[in-house]
């Protein structure tokens, strides 16, 4: 029996639970929407990223057997199951379009406006968007333009009656600039809604005045280029130019994807995949009248209350207190913020208490990703300003946001921060904070690690742990992996910390093998993993060996799931859920039985070969009983999730648990009210 899946058909199946959101009436009506738009830019980086990579292996030749199948035969099914759920995807937009006219919000496209409306769209298209379009004829003897990856264009198509030859152009959507969405004046109680798109085709006339036409029309269409950056481990200032010219390269990198309107003509779509130089086993992709339904995300919040979820109120930390400094409070307890049930502004006003703490020397911090406008690095910046030497590893190959850490790490130079790019061949992706304070000649030193990025947007969605500790043997950990960054020749040893890619794996399944001799001395034994992702073969085997052995494994893994839980007829299948809700799970916890003493570990790090062994990433212990207890109970409330949570079984069917009780357990909820009642 086959036990092992492709990630990338597995990743398509967790994208596919985004898409059974926005079906769900359970959610309220504009989340809904937003769900689309997460599936759809979700769907974006698949395509820019891994089926780049596999389109890269098949090219090779020799098409490697990979665990799951071979390249080409994963591209062939990742195919059929893209096809089949845009289908999906465009039967639930119906309904939510229809649903939308319940409440009176309605979207018109360019034919369905009142002479009213017209105006109204003409005089925005005059004032707002004509100045911004720059049309580009297409012609047999002159190649495209470089087609933006993450932009969307109409292909314009004008013919004249019993004249063969067309006229084409092609027209970039200034989504960039504009919202995709404008709304009309509201009439008798109603909303309406018209989408830039379909601005642009209202006035395309107008645009194209000069030509001689009767029939004129506008076509979306989609490029999705390799986004993969290939940059060698030399780690130096030539690093930075490295990635910077990876990103121009970016631009102009071999297209994996083309999406078109269904209702595109044969002669315009032929002249187009023609100049693309798309074959016919590229991916060329059949679509629907919109592209780029990653818009969607910001799709205006109107119409009444239950349209959208309540206001989510984050819970005050109950040992956050006003005027009481928090090194006073560590020195008594390890802390756990859970993000975003706790306000993200604790860990800012922790930074910034350090800033100007007369006592504190020096700060280190790990950034991956940080807010557009990221107060994070302001309180690093103010600290540096107050005499602290502040250093900050920044990793310059955190997908998508090279660009901007490149922008972060200048900044962060120019204010006197050390900046270090991380470590040669390795991408630093643990999560670390340093603070080392001296008072009445006694050195202090606190740290955290968390699961998620210290990123206060993605805070509010991404749920997430961050563990401060005075911990002296694990603070002195911590500061020694800073060290490592500066000395890569020097690999520490750690006691507590369990660090990739020295002893991390390692570590693991010494923790696994311990629990299956447990069970195999009829002692209690079991393993609780709550994950990302789930790809790594062998860890995959080791679990598949302790549930043999009657370990009580369960596992709850939100995206990437290679593992067949059914793995074997002479044993039971391995319980495994994957909960998607109105937050992003994104935290990592270990929890092993340890014959009654549970160990417990917050990492950075999934079960993926990459974090295992090509990263810096860190697990760290959670010895607090009290902070075990909510670790656990956090565990066993999702566990008992029957609103949101999917069974994880062999077929990646999506099965919603059943009730076996008459109450609705929503997990996220349920936590929150747990928290707030500790509180």
Same mark, same amino acid.
């Given at each position: ?7 990338? @058909?597995?990743w398509?199946?967790?994208n ?17 929407i ?17 089926v780049?990579?596999?389109?890269r ?19 062939k ?5 893209v ?8 039967t639930i937009?119906e ?5 939308l ?6 979207l ?6 009142n002479?009213?409306q ?8 005059e ?29 314009i198509?004008?013919?004249?009656k ?7 152009a ?7 600039? @504009?919202s ?8 008798n ?21 000069m030509?001689?036409?009767d029939?004129i029309?506008a076509?979306?269409?989609k ?11 030399e780690? !130096? ?6 990635i ?13 994807r083309?999406v ?9 779509? !032929? ?9 016919k ?17 910001d ?10 979820y ?9 040992h ?6 928090f @090194? ?9 913020f ?6 993200f ?18 700060i ?12 994070v ?10 005499? =602290?030497k502040?250093?900050a ?17 200048n ?10 790019y991380g470590?040669?061949g390795?991408k ?6 340093y603070?080392?304070?001296? $008072?009445?000649?006694?050195?202090? !030193?606190y ?10 947007e ?27 960054? $500066? ?5 520490p ?18 923790l ?18 709550k ?14 060996k ?26 039971a299948?391995?319980?495994?859920i994957?909960?998607i809700?109105?937050f992003?799970e994104?935290s990592?916890i ?9 160990? @417990? ?16 990433e ?6 607090? !009983? $009290? ?10 409330i ?6 949101s ?11 919603l648990?059943?009730? =076996?009780r ?5 997990g996220q ?8 009642e500790?509180s």
């Open positions: 029996m086959k036990n092992y899946r492709a990630k990338e @058909i597995s398509l199946s967790f596919e639970r985004l898409l059974q959101e926005a079906e769900r009436k359970e959610v309220p009506l504009i989340e809904r937003k769900f689309l738009g997460i599936y759809s830019n979700n769907l974006d980086e698949f395509f820019r990223v891994r780049a990579i596999l389109k292996l098949a090219k090779l030749g020799k098409d490697t057997e990979l665990y799951g199948g071979k390249p080409s035969e994963i591209l099914f990742i195919h059929k199951i096809i089949r759920q845009s289908r999906y995807f465009y937009y309904k939510i379009l229809k649903d006219e319940r409440e009176d919000i309605f018109l496209n360019e034919l369905q406006l002479p009213e017209g105006d109204f769209v003409r005089a925005y298209f004032k707002k968007i004509r100045p911004l379009l720059m049309p580009v004829i297409i012609s047999e003897e002159r190649g495209l333009p470089d087609l933006k990856d993450e932009a969307i264009y109409l292909a198509h004008l013919k004249k019993n004249h063969k030859k067309i006229v084409a092609l027209i970039e959507v200034p989504t960039d600039t @504009i995709r969405f404008i709304l009309l004046p509201r009439t109680h109603k909303q309406y809604i018209i989408i830039l798109d379909d601005v642009i085709r209202y006035e395309l006339g107008d645009i194209f005045y030509y001689d036409f029939e029309g076509y979306t269409i490029l999705t280029r390799d986004a993969e950056l290939e940059i060698d481990d780690v !130096s200032e030539n690093y930075v130019k490295k910077a010219l990876g990103l121009e390269k970016r631009k102009e990198a071999h297209p994996v083309f078109h309107d269904k209702e595109m003509p044969d002669e315009l779509l !032929s002249l187009l995949l023609r100049k693309l130089k798309f074959s086993d590229d991916a060329v992709i059949r679509g629907g009248r919109y592209h780029n339904f990653k818009d969607f995300v799709f205006p919040k109107i119409g009444g209350e239950h349209l959208v309540k206001t989510f109120q984050p819970i005050r930390h109950p956050i207190k006003k005027a009481i400094p @090194i006073q409070v560590l020195k008594e307890r390890d802390v756990l859970h993000f975003p049930y706790h306000p502004d604790h860990f800012i006003d922790i930074l910034r208490e350090a800033s100007i703490d007369p006592f504190v020397r020096e280190k911090i790990t950034i991956y990703r940080v807010a557009k406008y990221s107060n690095v302001n309180a690093l910046i103010n600290a540096a300003r107050n005499g =602290k502040v250093t590893v920044l990793e310059l190959q955190a997908r998508f946001d090279e660009k901007a850490n490149i922008q972060w790490a900044r962060l130079k120019d204010e006197g921060v050390k900046v270090m470590v040669p390795l630093v992706h643990s999560k670390l904070v603070i080392s304070r001296k $008072e009445k000649r006694q050195e202090l !030193s740290a955290a690690v968390g699961t998620g990025n210290f990123n206060e993605s805070a509010t969605v991404f749920s997430d742990h961050l563990l401060f500790t005075c911990n002296a043997e694990i603070v002195k950990e911590i500061g020694n992996i800073f060290l490592f960054f $500066e000395k890569n020749f020097r690999i040893r750690f006691k507590h910390l369990m660090v990739a890619p020295f002893y991390l794996r390692n570590k693991i399944i010494r696994i093998n311990q629990e299956i001799k447990n069970a195999q001395a009829c002692k209690k034994a079991f393993i609780y993993l994950l990302n992702n789930l790809v790594d073969l062998r860890m995959i085997h080791y679990l598949y302790a549930k043999a052995s009657g370990v009580d494994v369960r596992l709850n893994v939100r995206g990437m799931f290679s593992m067949m839980p059914d793995f074997h007829p002479e044993y299948p391995i319980p495994a994957a909960l809700d109105r992003l994104h990592r270990f929890i092993f039985g340890n014959q009654g003493q549970p160990k @417990i570990w917050l990492s950075s790090a999934d079960l993926m070969g990459r974090n295992l062994d090509r990263r810096v860190v697990a760290c212990p959670v010895y607090d !009983s $009290e902070l075990q207890k909510e670790l656990v109970k956090m565990f066993d999702q566990w008992k999730d029957n609103g949570a999917r069974i994880l079984d062999n077929e990646l069917s999506n099965t648990k059943k009730k =076996k008459s109450r609705t357990v929503k909820q349920a936590f929150y009210e747990y928290l707030k500790r």
